[in-house]
C-alpha cells in the first residue's frame, strides 16, 4: 500500500508521535550529521547524504549499562538495565536498515541479548530512500538498493511537493494516521550505483588466509577503530565490571579488532599480534566468519570506512585484490 | 603536480632499494579515490614507480618507521614531518643509522577528505616557519620561502580569552562526540608507549565508556603526554572522525612549554626536552 503526504503534513505527523515516543533522526551537530534523540521536529534533516556514524548505536549504544548488582539490607540485588519508552528511528538509509537486519542474527539468535531485542521491539523504523548516489555508495552490490523498503517498517521517498509513503509491515501501519492519500503513480527510478564485483568473494577470501597480502595492506593501517566503529554491522563489544561503594555496574562499551588488547586472553597470549593478522580478521569477519553463519556478507555498501578511513583502506579495493589473487592462483 | 620532482622521488626509491641501501621505501602514492594520496610502502623498484608528491600529501609517514623498528627503512618527509623524526631522535626511539631521509620540498598541504580535494592551505601549513626539512640524508626538490612570518597562536589567544565556564561547555560538548576510536593516538608519532594507558587494566586509569567524563579523561591525558613533545604535525584532528578540534589542546601546551621552557619539540635532536630533565632553576618556587 502506497501513500502520499505532504512535506506539511509528514511534518504535523511526527509532531504528533514525538509527544509519545523518543524520535531519533539525522540531526547536524558540529556540522556534521548525526543520528540522535531529537526535541523538536525542526530539528531533523530531510535532506543529507548519510550520517557520519551509522544508525546501529541507537541498538548498540557505544557505551551501555547491561545490569547492576546492589547489596541492601545484606541482600543482593540484581537489577537489569530496561527500555524506558517506544521509540522511533527516523531517516534511516536502507543500506543501514539492511545493517540493522544483519546485526539481528548474532544479537536476536538464542540466547537473544535482552536489551538488544528490547530495544528492537519498541523501536519502529521509518526509512528514507536515496534519491542520489555518493561516490562511495554500493549497496546495490551488497545485496541492498537505494530504494530497498525490506529492512524498514515504513519507506518514504521524496517525490515533488511531498513524501511517497511505503507501508512494509504491520508495525508501521500502526503509526499512520486515517485518510492519508493513496499514491498511484508509479515509482520514481532510483540512481545507478557503481558495482563491486561480490560474486564468489566468500569462496575467494578463505584461499588467502596466509597470503602475505594482508601483512602488506595492514602496512599503511594505523589500526584505530574508525572503520569499525562508522560500519552497520560491526558489532564487537568489551564488558567491563564498575565498583562503586556497595554497587557493581556491568557496562558494555564498542571495540573493535583492530585495538591492541582486543584478542588477548587471560595469561597473555594474544592469537593476533602482527597487523596483518589484526587486519585480516577485520574483513574475514565480514567476507568469510559472517556468511559462514548467517548467511550473508556482513556489509551493506554503505562506503562509510572507506569515506573515513585516513590511510584510504578501502572494502572494494580488498574484494577486487582477492579477486585479482584468485585469478593469479588458478592461472598459475 | 611536480613531475620533475615526482621523478627524482622515484629515482632516489629505486636507487635505494637496488643498491640495497633499505629494506623499503615509505612515501606516497594515489589513493583509490584518484584524488587524494595514501602512504606507500614500496619493497621494489616497480612498486617505487608509484610513488608522487603533491599538495595531498599531509600523512605523516615517520609514525610508521616505529613499526619498523630494526629494518632499514627510508621515509619522505616534509618540512613539519621532520620534527617527528627528531623527536624520535631524542627520545632514542628511532636509530639515525637505520632510517634513510627524503627530505621533500613543500609548497604546504591542502585540506583533503576522501574523493575531494580544496584549494585551501591546511591551517597548520599557513603558520609553517620551516622553509626545508631540519634533517635529512637527501634533499629533492625545492626550499621554499616561509609561509609566515612568527607563530602568533592567534587561535590559542582567543580560545584563552574565554571564561572558565565557556570552555568547560565548549570543552564537554566536544568531548561528548569523541567514540573512543583512538586515531588520533594511533597516528600520532608521539604516541608510542607499549601499553597505552587507555588499555592499562591494573590500575585502571581510564574506563570503558564512551561517555563524556571518560572522554574527557582520555583526550585530557593524551593531551598532557605530548606537552613539550608535540610536533604539530595535526594529524589527530585530521583523523578524527568527529571532527574534535584538537590542535587547540595540543597547541596551547606547545605555547605554554615555549613560555616556560623556551622549548618546542622537534627542532634539535639532542636538547634536552624539558619533562626528560631537572633543571632547580627553571622554577624557583618549587622545590625550595
Redesign the interface.
Known amino acids: 500500500m502506497n501513500l502520499f503526504i505532504s512535506k506539511d503534513d509528514l511534518i504535523r505527523w511526527l509532531e504528533l508521535l514525538l509527544r509519545e515516543r523518543i524520535i531519533i533522526a539525522p540531526i547536524r551537530?558540529?556540522?556534521?550529521t548525526m543520528f540522535q534523540p531529537i526535541s523538536k521536529v525542526e530539528e531533523i534533516m530531510f535532506d543529507f547524504d548519510n550520517t557520519?556514524?551509522s544508525s546501529k548505536g541507537w541498538f548498540l549504544p557505544?557505551?551501555e549499562t547491561l545490569f547492576s548488582v546492589r547489596r541492601d539490607d545484606g541482600q543482593i540485588k540484581l537489577m537489569p538495565a530496561t527500555v524506558e519508552r517506544d521509540a522511533i528511528i527516523f531517516g534511516i538509509r536502507p543500506c543501514d536498515a539492511r545493517g540493522i537486519a544483519l546485526m539481528d542474527g548474532p544479537f536476536l539468535q538464542v540466547p537473544s541479548d535482552t536489551l538488544y531485542q528490547e530495544r528492537r521491539n519498541r523501536t519502529t523504523i521509518i526509512g528514507l530512500a536515496c534519491r542520489q548516489a555518493q561516490?562511495?555508495c554500493f549497496c546495490t552490490s551488497m545485496g541492498s538498493a537505494p530504494d530497498d523498503p525490506s529492512h524498514v517498517d515504513i519507506l518514504l521517498t521524496e517525490v515533488k511537493d511531498g513524501y511517497i509513503v511505503q507501508v512494509v509491515t504491520e508495525k508501521g501501519k500502526a503509526l499512520l494516521p486515517k485518510g492519508w492519500a493513496k499514491y498511484k503513480r508509479k515509482m520514481p527510478t532510483p540512481p545507478q550505483l557503481k558495482t563491486v564485483p561480490t560474486k564468489g568473494i566468500v569462496s575467494a577470501i578463505r584461499e588467502f588466509f596466509n597470503d602475505p597480502y594482508w601483512e602488506?595492506l595492514a602496512?599503511?593501517c594505523?589500526?584505530?577503530?574508525?572503520c569499525?566503529?562508522?560500519c552497520p554491522t560491526c558489532y564487537c563489544f568489551?564488558v567491563?565490571d564498575?565498583p562503586d561503594k556497595g554497587k557493581v555496574e556491568r557496562?558494555r562499551?564498542?571495540?573493535?579488532c583492530q585495538?591492541?588488547?582486543f584478542s588477548l586472553t587471560a595469561g597473555g597470549y594474544d592469537p593476533r599480534t602482527t597487523?596483518g593478522e589484526r587486519l585480516r580478521q577485520r574483513f574475514y569477519h565480514k567476507l568469510l566468519y559472517f556468511p559462514e553463519r548467517f548467511q550473508e556478507v556482513a556489509c551493506v555498501g554503505c562506503g562509510r570506512c572507506?569515506?573515513?578511513?585516513?590511510?584510504?583502506i578501502?572494502i572494494?579495493?580488498v574484494i577486487s585484490d582477492l579477486h585479482q589473487l584468485a585469478e593469479a592462483k588458478s592461472g598459475s | 603536480m611536480d613531475m620533475e620532482l615526482i621523478q627524482q622521488i622515484r629515482g632516489k626509491a629505486r636507487s635505494l632499494l637496488e643498491e640495497g641501501t633499505v629494506e623499503g621505501v615509505i612515501g606516497y602514492e594515489r589513493a583509490g579515490d584518484g584524488v587524494t594520496s595514501r602512504p606507500l610502502f614500496a619493497y621494489d623498484s616497480s612498486a617505487a614507480e608509484r610513488l608522487i608528491f603533491d599538495d595531498t600529501c599531509t600523512h605523516n609517514l615517520v609514525k610508521y618507521l616505529l613499526g619498523k623498528r630494526g629494518k632499514k627503512m627510508a621515509v619522505m618527509v616534509k618540512p613539519c614531518d621532520s620534527r617527528a623524526i627528531n623527536l624520535l631522535l631524542n627520545e632514542r626511539q628511532i636509530d639515525r643509522d637505520k632510517v634513510f631521509i627524503i627530505g621533500v620540498g613543500c609548497p604546504g598541504v591542502v585540506e583533503t577528505e576522501w574523493n575531494h580535494k580544496s584549494e585551501t592551505l591546511q591551517a597548520r601549513c599557513r603558520s609553517c616557519l620551516l622553509t626545508k626539512p631540519l634533517v635529512y640524508d637527501v634533499l629533492l626538490g625545492r626550499e621554499l620561502a616561509r609561509k609566515a612570518e612568527e607563530e602568533t597562536y592567534s587561535d590559542i589567544l582567543e580560545a584563552e580569552a574565554e571564561s572558565v565556564v565557556s570552555r568547560r561547555e565548549f570543552w564537554r560538548e566536544q568531548f561528548s562526540r569523541c567514540i573512543r576510536c583512538y586515531a588520533c593516538r594511533q597516528v600520532c608519532p608521539g604516541c608510542y608507549c607499549p601499553v597505552c594507558f587507555a588499555e592499562q587494566l591494573e590500575p585502571l586509569w581510564v574506563g570503558i565508556r564512551i561517555a563524556p567524563e571518560e572522554n574527557t579523561l582520555w583526550q585530557t591525558i593524551r593531551t598532557f603526554h605530548l606537552a613539550g613533545r608535540c610536533i604539530g604535525c595535526n594529524e589527530c584532528e585530521r583523523v578524527c572522525p568527529v571532527d574534535i578540534p584538537l590542535s587547540l589542546l595540543n597547541r596551547k601546551l606547545e605555547k605554554d612549554v615555549k613560555e616556560l621552557f623556551a622549548f618546542q619539540a622537534g627542532l634539535d635532536p639532542e636538547e634536552p626536552p624539558p619533562f626528560a630533565t631537572f633543571r632547580k632553576e627553571e622554577m624557583p618556587e618549587l622545590g625550595e
Open positions: 551537530v558540529q556540522g556534521q557520519a556514524l557505544p557505551t561516490p562511495e602488506r602496512d599503511r594505523l589500526h584505530c577503530n574508525i569499525a566503529y562508522v568489551d567491563r564498575y557496562v562499551s564498542w571495540e573493535s585495538s591492541p588488547g597487523k572507506g569515506k573515513a578511513c585516513p590511510v584510504n578501502d572494494r579495493e
